[in-house]
């Protein structure tokens, strides 16, 4: 047996603080373990000076880094084209380490058929010791409202009056489906959809509520069936009322036959698509389930500029990307560490709290605790070395080091900047 051993360092995992822990993981097995039954097994030790080590962030909403937009595929794209986009993925995915994100769910918008037979393959769930991981697709549409559709094309919506049969001849099959999809989020009014929720779930897929129109008693509906989560809350959905609270409302809904189903929320804490107090609205209501999502373009981790979109200009300034020549928003491309820092700032809440809804409340959403998320034994050894302003310093990928690309600005000016900063 060998075993790495991280020591002098503070330990963030469920919302808490565990001040001068050690942390150990099997360097064969590149998981989570045990102190060993002797000192003889430990083969490296690494010293944290201090610092905080916390589980590697997941991110279960995302539609693009560095570039790349997860959904670009197309019906016309030549085995060339696919070669390239392959490429492309791989090569975003190995950067994108770089800012404390281990694993990600990235996210198809609503497309044809084909575009789902060509695209998920690629995003097969993996285990990497140099690459943010995927964690299979997160499908956003076609099963959504035209009302609150979004950025997302109308001519690719369905519904699903025929069942499972439609679900599976748009996403490309069974296979495609069963061994690639982890999330898929449609609006439970849609004729068929609450229906099939019931087979989603048994098939190992979380079902979530968004791009919807659905009310509050809809929404109750697809919770009996099945549902476990809503996506990106408060956005592509009816606005809450004190006497219709819509689909927002299930956040901190009764519990049903005597069980706390509360769905998780995927929150975007950028400041862009949320305001500071609906987001520490949401978060107060029910911590616990509150899991941050960037939600990000395909901008995010690139410079400031302008950029082609699908026969547009758009132009990122800092992390608002808008068209060109308007004030219409396109979109945003905030990190997840940032919006962890911005949750822990809006809501007052301590750094391991605010860590938890990036780390363990992401992976309880999907059924990965066992896997991923937690500094627990058996967990793969997945890390995010932090400075007690939530910057992330280092990752360990699978006990591998990677270098941060997580920068402080201030840390970067003069200190006589660093005062003009802040006034």
Known sequence: MSVTRFTNCHLIDNGELYQFRDLYFDNNTRKICHPPSTPNYITKTIDLNGQYLAPGMID???????????????????????????RSYQDAMTKYLSSGVTAICPTVTS???????????????????????????????PFISLQKKGCHPPETFV???EGKEKLLQVYGGSDNFFENVTIITAAPEIPGVLDLIPYITQHGCVYSIGHTMADYETGVQAIENGCTMITHLYNAMPQPHH???GVVGLIDTPAIDSKDVTPYFGLICDGVHVHPSMATLAYRS????????????????????????DGRTIVKNGDRVYLKGTDTLAGASTTLPQCVRNLMTWANISLAEAVKTATNNAALSIGLENERGFLNPGCDADFVVLNNQGY???????????????????????????ISAML
Not at 60 to 85: A, D, H, R
Not at 115 to 128: A, M
Not at 396 to 418: C, F, H, M, T, W
Request: hydrophobic residues 30%; proline residues 5%.
């Open 60 to 86: 279960i909403q995302n539609n693009g880094i560095y570039g790349l937009n997860f959904s670009n595929l197309k019906e016309e794209s030549s085995p060339q084209e696919v070669t390239e986009f392959k």
């Open 111 to 141: 497309n044809f058929p084909t575009v789902y037979s060509k695209v998920l393959p690629i995003y097969k769930k993996t285990r990497s010791s140099r690459q943010t991981d995927s964690l299979g697709a997160h499908l956003e549409g």
């Open 159 to 161: 519904d699903a009056k």
């Open 243 to 245: 006497r219709n609270a």
């Open 286 to 309: 029910n911590p616990k389930k509150c899991v941050l999502v960037t939600d990000a373009m395909h901008l995010i981790g690139l410079p400031d500029g302008q950029y082609d979109w």
């Open 392 to 418: 992330v310093i280092k990752i360990y990928k699978l006990g591998n080091e990677i270098a941060s690309s997580d920068v402080d600005v201030e840390d970067q000016l003069p200190s006589e900047s660093r």
